[in-house]
């Protein structure tokens, strides 16, 4: 077959494929709730829901894309709201609408509440009152893999920008709270946006449902060119190319370049969710037919490409031993950073001038080499602003050592208990460090592909770089030291006495909440800048959380403040101790996960429960690490 041929037969089929682009709805992600539990078949509530459902093929379309519709009352009544972006048109919105509910009921085919986004689109039902209210659970993001150059040209652009359209959404009318616009970075580059509420918002609402997706971006999408999140309630996007459509177009619109998809803080109702895998696909198969043979070459070198420097990289992260030697400087006691449970810490230099903080691991792990090796490359890939980042590893004979990067001002329990040092860590900087531990632990609770319980949460294990920002370290010793530790239940208990969980401490039981009460004594110890196993009040040794409880029930919780904090806001430091004693409670399942956590503490609108009896402090005869 000559070339000419082939190339029209190539056209032939990148023309059928992009065809079924436009005429199938993108799925981005879903969600079943359990929030109101699950119906039956033949329920009044499936009756009333295949009602409203159904509702929508026999709509007239209008020309803002917003319904609200409802079936029966109270626990059996369906509420539905839809809403299409607002640069679809209404034939297309309607369409994508029905789509949605079609699918909808088949992913979720028995919870009373569920939620489902499509690109052009999202739908959601439950048997709960929600018009007029602002919701942000549960939520996800996307962003594209892509960097930019001048990130902070680009971050102060894009801020301003989304403070803009926040702005002109939220004051929309009742029909429609949607905004677009762009922002120059440089002459050669520009930024897009769009932000859009549900227009049953009031404008204050629409203001705070935005301003918190807004916020979500730092965690998401730092130094990305494009990003997206997306709530129950409002979302929002940007871009380096225009993806919006001005003259509202009739075919669905393209998603950003090259975009990556991990699930971001979901609700800690989420029973099941799912986000579409054709969203690459769509990007592989829209290309135009004129490059269509040349996109089939430079796949294959593309791919080859990223064959070899994936081996390379796994190559490059395994250092020599005599480097690390040399770098310790023969690990000498003056290059000792600290010692715990799993091994010693030493500070070291390797040629490039290149400061290393490097673990020597004790020898009784029972990995083989290559288990070993696999566990670290794993591991490597976690990638957050409030982790401590692991480089490499060495191995030899018996020898493993785990790299990490270097953080100059050591860990969180060198200010905190320095009676000197605490003067430094006013309220500020101790909201910072107690927002990015949780946004630390929630990453590798949710949002991490490897879903890493830490087990060991404590101050010590909380360093701080040079802006006191807070990086969590030693957060894959569980999976690089303990395989049993991915259980339900462990022989093997590792940790600390007065930050353990008692089902962990007492029976060897974990799980994610097991780090949420360590969280919440790590968050009483800020708070008070006392540790809770030498916890003092006057001349007196308390348990810190019988303490906090006491005064807590007392109404004189303010006591348990550091004097040094003074000056704090009275409102947050209260809510930050009801925070905590939520996080210690002794039920596990009472705790909040670490999603409702960071909710809870970045927005004052989120009502926080009653806390319970928390778990006192348990004497065992666990290894102290």
Same mark, same amino acid.
């Given at each position: 077959?000559?070339?000419?041929?082939?190339?029209?037969?190539?056209?032939?089929?990148?023309?059928?494929?992009?065809?079924?682009?436009?005429?199938?709805?993108?799925?981005?992600?879903?969600?079943?709730?359990?929030?109101?539990?699950?119906?039956?078949?033949?329920?009044?509530?499936?009756?009333?829901?295949?009602?409203?459902?159904?509702?929508?093929?026999?709509?007239?379309?209008?020309?803002?894309?917003?319904?609200?519709?409802?079936?029966?009352?109270?626990?059996?009544?369906?509420?539905?709201?839809?809403?299409?972006?607002?640069?679809?048109?209404?034939?297309?919105?309607?369409?994508?609408?029905?789509?949605?509910?079609?699918?909808?009921?088949?992913?979720?085919?028995?919870?009373?509440?569920?939620?489902?986004?499509?690109?052009?689109?999202?739908?959601?039902?439950?048997?709960?009152?929600?018009?007029?209210?602002?919701?942000?659970?549960?939520? #996800?993001?996307?962003?594209?893999?892509?960097?930019?150059?001048?990130?902070?040209?680009?971050?102060?652009?894009?801020?301003?920008?989304?403070?803009?359209?926040?702005?002109?959404?939220?004051?929309?009318?009742?029909?429609?709270?949607?905004?677009?616009?762009?922002?120059?970075?440089?002459?050669?580059?520009?930024?897009?946006?769009?932000?859009?509420?549900?227009?049953?918002?009031?404008?204050?609402?629409?203001?705070?449902?935005?301003?918190?997706?807004?916020?979500?971006?730092?965690?998401?999408?730092?130094?990305?060119?494009?990003?997206?999140?997306?709530?129950?309630?409002?979302?929002?996007?940007?871009? $380096?190319?225009?993806?919006?459509?001005?003259?509202?177009?009739?075919?669905?619109?393209?998603?950003?370049?090259?975009?990556?998809?991990?699930?971001?803080?979901?609700?800690?109702?989420?029973?099941?969710?799912?986000?579409?895998?054709?969203?690459?696909?769509?990007?592989?198969?829209?290309?135009?037919?004129?490059?269509?043979?040349?996109?089939?070459?430079?796949?294959?070198?593309?791919?080859?490409?990223?064959?070899?420097?994936?081996?390379?990289?796994?190559?490059?992260?395994?250092?020599?031993?005599?480097?690390?030697?040399?770098?310790?400087?023969?690990?000498?006691?003056?290059?000792?950073?600290?010692?715990?449970?799993?091994?010693?810490?030493?500070?070291?230099?390797?040629?490039?001038?290149?400061?290393?903080?490097?673990?020597?691991?004790?020898?009784?792990?029972?990995?083989?080499?290559?288990?070993?090796?696999?566990?670290?490359?794993?591991?490597?890939?976690?990638?957050?602003?409030?982790?401590?980042?692991?480089?490499?590893?060495?191995?030899?004979?018996?020898?493993?050592?785990? $790299?990490?990067?270097?953080?100059?001002?050591?860990?969180?329990?060198?200010?905190?208990?320095?009676?000197?040092?605490?003067?430094?860590?006013?309220?500020?900087?101790?909201?910072?460090?107690?927002?990015? $531990?949780?946004?630390?632990?929630?990453?590798?609770?949710?949002?991490?592909?490897?879903?890493? $319980?830490?087990?060991?949460?404590?101050?010590?294990?909380?360093?701080?770089?040079?802006?006191?920002?807070?990086?969590?370290?030693?957060?894959?010793?569980?999976?690089?030291?303990?395989?049993?530790?991915?259980?339900?239940?462990?022989?093997?208990?590792?940790?600390?006495?007065?930050?353990?969980?008692?089902?962990?401490?007492?029976?060897?039981? #974990?799980?994610?909440?097991?780090?949420? #009460?360590?969280?919440?004594?790590?968050?009483?110890?800020?708070?008070?800048?006392?540790?809770?196993?030498?916890?003092?009040?006057?001349?007196?040794?308390?348990?810190?959380?019988?303490?906090?409880?006491?005064?807590?029930?007392?109404?004189?919780?303010?006591?348990?403040?550091?004097?040094?904090?003074?000056?704090?806001?009275?409102?947050?430091?209260?809510?930050?101790?009801?925070?905590?004693?939520?996080?210690?409670?002794?039920?596990?399942?009472?705790?909040?996960?670490?999603?409702?956590?960071?909710?809870?503490?970045?927005?004052?609108?989120?009502?926080?429960?009653?806390?319970?009896?928390?778990?006192?402090?348990?004497?065992?005869?666990?290894?102290?690490?």
């Amino acid at each position: 077959m000559d070339c000419s041929r082939q190339f029209f037969f190539s056209s032939l089929i990148v023309t059928f494929l992009l065809s079924l682009t436009v005429a199938q709805q993108q799925l981005l992600y879903y969600f079943c709730l359990d929030t109101s539990g699950s119906f039956t078949r033949s329920s009044t509530y499936e009756a009333n829901l295949n009602r409203v459902l159904s509702s929508f093929s026999s709509n007239t379309a209008n020309d803002y894309g917003f319904y609200n519709i409802s079936s029966g009352q109270g626990s059996e009544g369906a509420n539905a709201i839809a809403l299409c972006r607002g640069d679809v048109n209404s034939g297309g919105c309607l369409d994508c609408i029905n789509n949605a509910a079609t699918e909808l009921r088949n992913l979720c085919s028995n919870e009373k509440e569920a939620i489902i986004w499509y690109e052009n689109c999202l739908l959601r039902y439950t048997n709960r009152s929600i018009f007029g209210v602002a919701e942000t659970n549960p939520s #996800f993001y996307m962003w594209n893999v892509n960097n930019v150059t001048d990130l902070d040209a680009f971050n102060q652009a894009l801020i301003a920008l989304m403070d803009n359209l926040s702005t002109n959404a939220s004051s929309g009318t009742s029909l429609r709270k949607f905004a677009t616009g762009s922002a120059e970075v440089t002459a050669a580059q520009t930024i897009y946006a769009l932000v859009q509420c549900t227009p049953d918002l009031t404008r204050p609402a629409c203001s705070s449902c935005l301003s918190q997706a807004i916020a979500l971006l730092p965690s998401c999408c730092n130094s990305k060119q494009g990003g997206m999140v997306f709530g129950p309630s409002c979302n929002l996007r940007f871009d $380096i190319k225009r993806f919006y459509n001005l003259a509202t177009a009739d075919a669905p619109l393209p998603p950003p370049s090259a975009p990556q998809s991990p699930p971001s803080p979901p609700s800690s109702k989420r029973t099941r969710g799912k986000m579409s895998n054709s969203y690459r696909t769509i990007i592989i198969i829209t290309v135009p037919a004129a490059a269509f043979a040349v996109l089939l070459i430079s796949s294959c070198i593309f791919f080859l490409r990223v064959k070899k420097s994936k081996a390379k990289a796994e190559k490059s992260l395994q250092y020599d031993f005599s480097t690390i030697r040399a770098a310790t400087d023969d690990f000498s006691d003056t290059n000792k950073l600290g010692q715990g449970g799993f091994g010693t810490v030493y500070k070291g230099t390797i040629a490039s001038g290149e400061l290393i903080a490097v673990k020597r691991l004790t020898t009784d792990s029972g990995q083989g080499d290559l288990e070993f090796k696999n566990e670290v490359q794993l591991v490597t890939k976690l990638q957050h602003k409030n982790l401590v980042r692991l480089q490499g590893f060495c191995l030899e004979g018996n020898e493993r050592l785990l $790299i990490y990067e270097f953080v100059p001002n050591a860990s969180l329990d060198q200010f905190l208990f320095d009676p000197v040092r605490r003067a430094y860590l006013d309220w500020e900087r101790r909201q910072k460090i107690i927002g990015g $531990i949780a946004q630390g632990l929630l990453y590798l609770h949710e949002d991490s592909r490897l879903q890493i $319980i830490h087990c060991n949460l404590k101050a010590s294990n909380i360093l701080l770089d040079a802006e006191l920002n807070p990086k969590i370290s030693d957060f894959g010793m569980g999976r690089l030291c303990a395989l049993d530790q991915t259980q339900s239940v462990t022989s093997r208990i590792e940790g600390t006495n007065g930050y353990m969980a008692p089902e962990y401490a007492l029976h060897g039981q #974990f799980s994610i909440k097991s780090d949420v #009460f360590s969280f919440g004594v790590l968050l009483l110890e800020i708070l008070c800048g006392q540790k809770n196993s030498a916890f003092c009040v006057g001349e007196n040794v308390e348990d810190l959380l019988s303490y906090a409880w006491r005064i807590w029930k007392d109404g004189t919780a303010l006591k348990l403040v550091d004097p040094i904090l003074w000056e704090a806001s009275r409102t947050q430091v209260m809510r930050c101790i009801h925070i905590g004693l939520l996080c210690v409670q002794e039920n596990a399942a009472q705790r909040p996960n670490m999603a409702s956590v960071v909710l809870m503490l970045t927005s004052d609108s989120v009502t926080v429960p009653l806390p319970s009896e928390p778990a006192f402090f348990v004497h065992s005869n666990t290894r102290k690490t």
